[in-house]
């Protein structure tokens, strides 16, 4: 079968898209004929080798970590599909190898394709969406009537983002460049700074969480806008503990993971505030919410651009560029 995998670390011309043998399907797993996967940043971050610390793949590696598709067969023990049934999922871990014509993953990790989704637009999905559904609830602890701050709302996990937390009852407010103002009043934000001209510490006060993604570089001044006891979630930098202990990292990232993340939390308890990280863990269960949710209407897909498999490496690019509005699509024929 075709699919996208580097021999090597390098930049976006590592890509090589070839053959590689069709996947297995052990028992309770499922293979998916894909339609379409979707370029995230740890894509291109994995090509860099900037995941070295925390695994080291053999190579080939295969590339791409969520996806739409259709079931093409499914393995012993499996009930819940049966062959074409149109599904999207996120792989498990470092499982990955979306960018493939099929793929393999345990059942548990896949639900139904939202009805109303095109096949790109529900491989838009799953990683981002499941993302900030955990972040926010389940590391943020979102309820109704709080007032949130996202980072880069234009982005891949920020249209996500104000989507998933105003259909919860929060007040979003986000950052963004001036000409996405459009965009962000559509998907219902209250307030959009635009974060060349403005700085949120001047505009915003008494907030319940940060969703942070960008990085170290906006802690300090989301700290400000921070009401007693909010809490800062970001996904990126270092993992917590927890996370950590369960990749094959060795001994010493372990330490500076440690170390890492007591410094973070003591700089947040200067401030009042509480520090918390995540990464975003592949849930078929969760998945179906998400599911439900858009086909109730409340979220939507914003998609940048779609290449052919073919043209994986300008993919890539255009996700290095940090300028995406939305999702970056591979299209798998
Ligand atoms: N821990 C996890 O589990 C996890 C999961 C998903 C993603 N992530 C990480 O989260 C980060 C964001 O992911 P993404 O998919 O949303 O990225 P993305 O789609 O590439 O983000 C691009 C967007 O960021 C905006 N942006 C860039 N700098 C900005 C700034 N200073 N202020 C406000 N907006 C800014 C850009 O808008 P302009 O063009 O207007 O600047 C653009 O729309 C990545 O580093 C990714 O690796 C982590």
Redesign the pocket.
């Known amino acids: 079968m075709k699919a996208a995998f580097i021999t090597g670390y390098g930049g976006a011309d590592k890509v090589i898209v070839g053959e590689q043998p069709k996947p297995d399907i052990p028992s309770g797993h499922i293979r998916i004929a894909m339609k379409a996967a979707s370029v995230?940043?740890?894509d291109w971050?994995t090509v860099k080798g900037d995941l070295k610390a925390l695994f080291k793949p053999p190579f080939p590696l295969m590339l791409g970590s969520d996806g739409a598709g259709i079931v093409e067969s499914v393995g012993a023990d499996v009930s819940e599909f049966q062959p074409g049934d149109a599904v999207y999922f996120r792989c498990h871990k470092l499982d990955t190898g979306t960018f493939a014509e099929y793929f393999t993953l345990p059942a548990e990790l896949v639900a139904s394709k939202p009805k109303n989704m095109t096949f790109e637009q529900a491989a838009a999905m799953p990683?981002?969406g499941l993302?900030v559904m955990q972040a926010l609830t389940e590391k943020g602890g979102m309820r109704a009537g709080d007032k949130v701050l996202i980072?880069?709302g234009?982005?891949?996990?920020?249209t996500f983002a104000i989507q998933y937390a105003k259909t919860c009852g929060a007040y979003v407010a986000t950052?963004?460049?001036k000409?996405?103002n459009d965009l962000l009043t559509e998907l219902g934000a209250d307030e959009i700074i635009d974060?060349h001209s403005q700085n949120i510490e001047d505009e915003l006060a008494d907030y319940d969480i940060v969703l942070d993604?960008?990085g170290e570089s906006v802690h300090d001044a989301s700290y400000k806008i921070l009401k007693p006891g909010g809490v800062l979630v970001t996904?990126?930098g270092i993992p917590d503990n927890e996370t950590i202990a369960d990749y094959k990292a060795n001994f010493i990232v372990k330490w500076v993971a440690r170390l890492y993340n007591r410094k973070m939390q003591k700089r947040a308890a200067k401030r009042k505030a509480v520090y918390k990280h995540?990464?975003?863990y592949a849930s078929g269960a969760q998945l179906a919410e998400i599911t439900g949710l858009i086909e109730a209407g409340k979220i939507k897909a914003i998609l940048d651009s779609t290449y052919p498999l073919g043209q994986i490496k300008a993919a890539f690019e255009r996700?290095m560029t940090?300028?995406?509005?939305g999702k970056i699509i591979i299209k798998i024929d």
């Open positions: 995230n940043p740890i971050k990683l981002v993302t980072h880069a234009a982005g891949g996990v920020g950052t963004a460049s000409k996405r974060y993604t960008l996904i990126l995540h990464l975003m996700s940090g300028r995406a509005q």
